[in-house]
């Protein structure tokens, strides 16, 4: 029996499956296109909460569960308030994301939704074969999300830490927060020799999400982020709170070729096509990005492989990673310079690869002499 044939397959409705079927969906070139979703979740709860610095209104500004225009940086030796304009910090829960994205797949003729389990993707010549525990799907665009990191961490060559948190968004019982501002970064806790830091994002005076993160290579045990919460929660005061929901996660940050997986019929993406900036972990603002790039390459209608995303920032990356994972306990010192010494408006444009040589040359003469001749071996390495 022949393959259902489609122009393009979605593997995984997640973050980066609906942020490209949305895409898809809102251009009128596609809109004759067949297109198949699978997914094997129902994905219908706050399994995430997704936080990005953007500068104009997104495709998902009426969803958003608040946004700050305001963040402050602490560190043994720097405490900085700053106003983040002309960006705003936001931040998306997952389940309105999630139910936006499905009610428009119900609406759309074109679009299939399959609840399945993907078991593998093949290439079959001009095409790649979907195979499900509900049939074989075909075509010539496949994009997958469904992420496996046996690769990842089977080889040496790349180093990889974790971005890995555990946070509660939680509700106290006196006013504690200020509204309008995040802690985008507190390093004022114990190091413990990795890059540990507090996160908090306040919903109103009362509640707030606060997250013990580290960018490491090794999870802890869930009873050391909280007990790194409690205590962060218990220096600033907070006695009395209740515990709302929590949440967990483990975003792998690496300079991994994942494009060398790509064919001419299938294009990773998100986590698993090594979308994840390298040097933060995040991932949702990467990706809303490289949609918009994919959904203009495939106008051209060029091989999927010929889509190519890296540029001298994924170079950056890489040597920020190797300094980052040789020496970890220095984390924070790495930050601490780059937040002393630059705004944090450049920073942001940085991280979103917007600056322009000179401002990076100026980024990298800002860390210390033996910070320097850290990222120059690591260059060398790299080079030789
Ligand atoms: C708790 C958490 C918080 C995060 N917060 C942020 C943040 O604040 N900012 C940021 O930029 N990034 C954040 N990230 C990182 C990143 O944005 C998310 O992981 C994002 O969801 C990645 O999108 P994705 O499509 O690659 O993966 P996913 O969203 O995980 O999507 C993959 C999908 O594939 C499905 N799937 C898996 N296996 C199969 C299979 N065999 N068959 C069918 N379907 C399958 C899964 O069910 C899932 O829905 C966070 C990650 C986590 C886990």
Request: with cysteine; hydrophobic share 35%.
């Amino acid at each position: 029996m022949e393959n259902p044939v489609f122009d393009y397959i979605i593997c995984g409705g997640g973050g980066s499956g609906l942020l490209l079927l949305y895409a898809l969906s809102e251009d009128p070139f596609f809109s004759k296109k067949d297109i198949l979703l699978i997914e094997k979740e129902s994905k219908n709860t706050n399994d995430r909460t997704w936080s990005f610095w953007e500068k104009k209104e997104g495709a998902f500004e009426g969803l958003l569960e608040k946004k700050w225009d305001t963040a402050n940086f602490l560190s043994s030796s720097v405490s900085l308030d700053f106003e983040l304009a002309p960006y705003q910090y936001k931040m998306l829960r997952s389940k309105g994301f999630y139910k936006t994205c499905h009610e428009k797949i119900e609406r759309q003729k074109n679009i299939q939704y399959l609840s399945a389990k993907i078991t593998s993707i093949t290439n079959e010549g001009i095409t790649s074969k979907v195979s499900t525990n509900k049939g074989f799907f075909s075509s010539k665009n496949v994009f997958n999300s469904v992420f496996d990191p046996t690769a990842l961490y089977n080889q040496k060559k790349y180093p990889v830490l974790k971005q890995h948190f555990i946070g509660w968004f939680i509700k106290t019982k006196s006013e504690q927060f200020d509204p309008n501002k995040i802690l985008f970064m507190d390093f004022n806790i114990e190091q413990k020799k990795e890059t540990r830091f507090l996160y908090v994002l306040p919903l109103d005076s009362k509640n707030a999400l606060v997250e013990y993160t580290l960018f490491s290579a090794n999870l802890l045990e869930k009873k050391e982020y909280e007990e790194g919460i409690q205590s962060y929660l218990k220096n600033q005061g907070i006695i009395e709170y209740e515990i709302k929901e929590k949440e967990q996660g483990n975003i792998p940050m690496s300079s991994f070729p994942f494009d060398q997986f790509n064919t001419s019929s299938l294009l990773n993406i998100g986590t698993a096509g090594g979308w994840t900036k390298a040097s933060t972990g995040f991932t949702f603002m990467n990706t809303t990005r490289n949609v918009s790039k994919v959904v203009s390459f495939l106008k051209t209608g060029k091989p999927l492989n010929r889509f190519n995303i890296k540029n001298r920032f994924s170079f950056y990356d890489l040597l920020f990673l190797d300094v980052l994972f040789k020496y970890n306990s220095q984390g924070s010192k790495l930050f601490e310079r780059m937040f002393e010494k630059n705004t944090p408006l450049t920073i942001f444009r940085f991280l979103d690869e917007k600056t322009s040589f000179v401002e990076e040359l100026r980024i990298a003469s800002s860390f210390s002499l033996r910070q320097i001749s850290w990222f120059l071996m690591a260059l060398i390495r790299r080079l030789f």
